[in-house]
């Protein structure tokens, strides 16, 4: 089976999340600049979930380039990273409203956490199923870029609850490394064309 | 009439009922771990909604394999079972905000009943469409996993009257009975492959 | 430019407002059947508007079908279109809430009409687009059914103020009328073919 | 990298955009005509930025068309553009509660400001993609149209604490400008066709 439909349906599904995070953010009854004082927090935590929604769409985009067929096992690790997706903006629209305070700020880790894992699951499923010869093993190497953030953001977690700031810093640290563009998988495919 | 358009339908649809579900998790105003404690049943209903959703989304992709022309009787019955797909969202609300108490409960199953029956007529629309030589018809030999899924969302209904555990326990067991990986429908595209 | 996109933008917008309807219809508080009772309108009028939305989603589907340039006119006569379309949760919401009584019953009948000239707008750009062999306008003909329901909701939003069944009467009787399978289109494309 | 995946995912957010803003227009408790009376600005509203988000799906359409390989710049140029536009629902949502009063529209135009800015970032950067041979570059010339929008926007935002109507005129005037097809690109694609 071929991945198309996957990739239709994962797109509706992040599109949408990313999209209804705005709904969260009423639009202030007043109408001068100090009304929108109250919308801010919840404003930098929608920006902040944009981003992070926008690596993964990324990311995810870039993964199935390297594959061509989906099992059924592949269905079903991508039906389980768009449910930790899926809760983005719950946690979002919690941290928001309690300005960053230590419990939301902790859970929206978790969720980051639960995500980035579910992540990990579905590109080892997709290797598995590929086979010895995987061009997606062969791009991500010892993925230290994705379990260090996992890492982190067991850290951040912990943090939470000790210092706000140094949780949601972790948290702004990791997204700016996942926006620096990454090559390792266009240079896998570009290897394994100049080996044929 | 190619099948492309009925798929990027039905995943829209799907994949929008699947994330508008989170929009009935109100963030709580509290920011303590006590605050999450009533969001629990609505979380709870949540997951067991996106995995049904996401059971329907991956078989209705395996039955489309089968099927290459859509005549307007199967757009239509393709329509019957996103409308009882729609109500989920509604049902899965009010289960989760009554703490899975027994109407509430035993309307989950009538919906969940009613999207399996349209589901069902949606098949042998589809085998109709086909005419004697249907894929679809003999990949599902006896359907017995169709039909005794309605089965058991009748008992659930009933029994949800009489204890809620219950229907909930048949909604689990059913939606459990369906992630075991089906390959009904892949062993007979490999069959028809190899009579070729 | 080909049809491509404009199909899976209109389907994602009709797949949108299908399902947003649903959020319109709050699970309520008590967890009796009789909690249900006030939801009953809401229902059937979200009932009546998704089999509307699905008739359109189904006749822009085989309009499409005759068609495979898109010009800019028929881009804007498309957004157009769905323009109308997308106020149809707003009065649905609103008859619903209101028992279908006078005034929104009728709005309900504008919102309608404006759409089903939307859609001739839409027919006659893509038919000017096309030149004068036109499939289209072979199928159409006088196009008689959707002249005959541009004058029925005319005559239900009058009515209206006399008696709201009569509306309502209306309106289901047009949907019943356009869901018997519309083969004009088809026959067209059948016709064509013999005659290459 | 193809450019499929791009304009799915674009068409889905801006879909989803232009249809969750009808949410913010929440059908009214009492059912006369006067009931709609307070629903009228956020009407008004709402149709402005449906043209506004019709014409940026419009052109974005249009772009795309000129291009076939996608950089993992120009990917981010578009997140970015697609970020302002997810702003405009709620912008749309403040300027209608408040009656065109003035800092909600001047923070509209803030938005429109920041979304036509990401637009023109995303046209240098599939330029810059592109290298000397730029169809887009060929199309767009000095890009006028674009740069004078530009201007219009910060005179619109400074005018709007003077007096709202001029920002209003120019916010219609500016989409009236848009509206009119703009032949630019499909000339620069039949020119390029004649030279080969």
New interface residues.
């Given amino acids: 089976?071929g991945t198309n439909?996957l990739?239709?349906?994962s797109?509706?599904?992040?599109?949408?999340?990313?999209?209804?995070m705005?709904?969260?953010?009423?639009?202030?009854?007043?109408?001068?600049?100090a009304?929108?004082a109250p919308v801010a927090p919840v404003f930098l935590s929608y920006?902040l979930s944009?981003v992070y929604l926008?690596i993964y769409?990324?990311n995810h985009?870039?993964m199935l380039?390297t594959t061509r067929r989906v099992s059924?096992?592949v269905?079903?690790a991508n039906?389980h990273l768009?449910?930790w997706l899926?809760?983005i903006?719950?946690?979002t629209?919690?941290m928001g409203?309690?300005h960053f305070?230590?419990?939301?700020t902790a859970?929206y880790g978790v969720v980051l956490f639960m995500a980035a894992n579910a992540y990990s699951i579905l590109q080892w499923t997709i290797i598995a199923s590929q086979g010895e010869d995987s061009i997606l093993k062969d791009a991500l190497g010892g993925d230290w870029k994705g379990k260090g953030s996992i890492l982190l953001y067991l850290i951040a977690i912990g943090s939470a609850f000790y210092a706000e700031w140094i949780a949601d810093a972790i948290y702004v640290g990791v997204a700016l490394m996942w926006?620096i563009?990454d090559?390792r998988i266009e240079l896998a495919l570009e290897r394994r064309k100049t080996n044929d």
């Avoid at 797109?11 to 209804?20: N, Q």
């Avoid at 305070?101 to 939301?104: G, L």
């Fill in positions: 089976m439909r990739e239709a349906f797109d509706g599904v992040i599109a949408i999340l990313i999209t209804i705005v709904l969260e953010m009423k639009p202030p009854q007043g109408d001068g600049l009304a929108l920006v944009f926008a769409w990324n985009h870039h380039h059924g096992g269905l079903w039906l768009l449910f899926s809760l903006p719950f946690v629209g919690w409203r309690n305070s230590a419990t939301p859970m926006l563009p090559r």
